[in-house]
């Protein structure tokens, strides 16, 4: 058996959807569907019952899915032990994050949560749709990333618990320094449109943007110069004056203050919770010390 066979299930259990399961995997649905089936030949059983939609497991699929979380756990920590052997027996805890957060608040996070555990951090840093999935499929133990109430991060109750860890805010930045921006006329006009910097398709705070944007009771006139998947990346690009970027706050830091001057109409922004994510269970010592860490300090609800 392959054990990639186990993570797609494990997502596929999570969506309900082979077609979603499939884009987070980074495969075809024709090839996915017989990775599923190739699962299911080696268990003997059905696991998914495909009449439905969403799609559900069957009372064997909940079952397997059940043992298997443990298992994919196991395999993965076995995994590290091995190619890692100075660092077996002691306790680590795999967190999994965006890349604005990775680079804008990790350190300090775990500078507090860490304090005084004797336990080391093994950061996975991907896009939000590849470290969700990732988390889902027992690739984490812990999930920190940004959550918005209109387009909130959907991770069933039952298997999985949640905590608010800090508030952010989502506006368009620019340099007000720059030659051609310093007198930004926002939201553009038809004759004199905003040169804007977006996220890839399909990004999640791309699709936070398109929600800002269609709600915002003025239209927006742009005209798209650059398009990246990464805050980073936009930025980077918004300081050296290449145009208007929707950021988080928490990407704002450092010279970064200086340099990028934010769109204060609220009707352009849109408040943003900064939510960590547990697995129910099964959970290492480590990821349950860790959690009860996590949640000491979290936002009140």
Not at 139 to 157: F, R, S, T, W
Request: glycine share 6%; hydrophobic share 45%; with cysteine.
């Amino acid at each position: 058996m392959d054990t990639g066979w186990l993570q797609d299930f494990m997502v596929l259990a999570e969506t309900g959807s082979f077609t979603r399961a499939a884009a987070i995997r980074n495969i075809s649905q024709a090839a996915f569907s017989r990775r599923m089936q190739a699962l299911e030949s080696w268990a003997g059983v059905m696991l998914i019952d495909r009449s439905t939609h969403p799609a559900r497991l069957t009372a064997e699929g909940e079952r397997f899915h059940a043992e298997m979380a443990d298992t994919l756990h196991r395999l993965i920590d076995v995994r590290t032990a091995l190619s890692r052997p100075a660092y077996y027996g002691k306790a680590q805890v795999r967190i999994g994050l965006p890349h604005v957060l990775a680079g804008s608040r990790f350190s300090r996070w775990w500078k507090d949560w860490a304090h005084g555990t004797g336990m080391f951090a093994n950061a996975l840093i991907a896009n939000v749709t590849d470290i969700v999935a990732s988390f889902v499929a027992g690739g984490a133990d812990i999930l920190v990333c940004h959550h918005g109430k209109e387009l909130p991060l959907v991770l069933d109750p039952k298997l999985f618990m949640r905590c608010t860890v800090e508030r952010d805010v989502l506006r368009p930045y620019y340099n007000s320094q720059a030659a051609d921006l310093g007198a930004l006329d926002f939201p553009g006009t038809e004759a004199s449109p905003l040169p804007l910097l977006m996220y890839s398709k399909g990004a999640y705070f791309a699709r936070l943007v398109d929600m800002i944007v269609d709600q915002a009771p003025a239209k927006l006139h742009a005209d798209l110069r650059v398009e990246a998947p990464m805050s980073d990346v936009l930025r980077d690009c918004a300081a050296k004056g290449l145009g208007v970027a929707w950021l988080p706050q928490c990407a704002i830091h450092g010279e970064y203050e200086k340099l990028l001057t934010p769109v204060r109409d609220e009707c352009w922004s849109m408040d943003l919770d900064i939510v960590a994510f547990a697995h129910r269970a099964p959970r290492s010592p480590a990821a349950e010390q860790m959690w009860n860490r996590i949640t000491a300090g979290a936002v009140a609800a």
